[in-house]
């Protein structure tokens, strides 16, 4: 089973992951929804994040942008990140993991790759 998050501002996937107004947790069996909840952390300090998912279960996280500093931190906590993604509404977003049509923006694959 996989859990997927998405930090959500307005209705849409947010800007930047650490600036959300709460996360849309969608657990997933197979290539179907089996649940999905609204979350918002205790907490808003960027670095503990990664550790939140964690105990909240989350295996995946989509994302369009992340800052570069604690990307080591999901990975140190077996998360994967989609990151790049092209915002859009938590429904077409999942729908796009659970067809494996998710694309990243190259371009921002390059900002955090690159400097």
Not at 89 to 104: A, F, K
Request: proline share 4%.
């Amino acid at each position: 089973m996989k859990k997927v998050a998405i930090p959500v501002v307005q209705g849409r996937l947010s800007e930047y992951f650490g600036q959300c107004n709460h996360y849309e947790i969608f657990e997933i069996a197979g290539k179907k929804i089996k649940s999905n909840a609204i979350e918002v952390p205790p907490y808003k300090e960027l670095v503990r994040l990664p550790e939140w998912a964690a105990q909240q279960g989350i295996t995946d996280i989509i994302a369009y942008k992340v800052d570069k500093k604690i990307i080591s931190l999901f990975s140190s906590h077996k998360i994967n990140l989609f990151v790049g993604i092209a915002i859009n509404t938590p429904q077409n977003l999942i729908e796009d993991y659970l067809s494996g049509s998710l694309r990243s923006d190259e371009r921002i694959i390059q900002e955090l790759t690159n400097s």
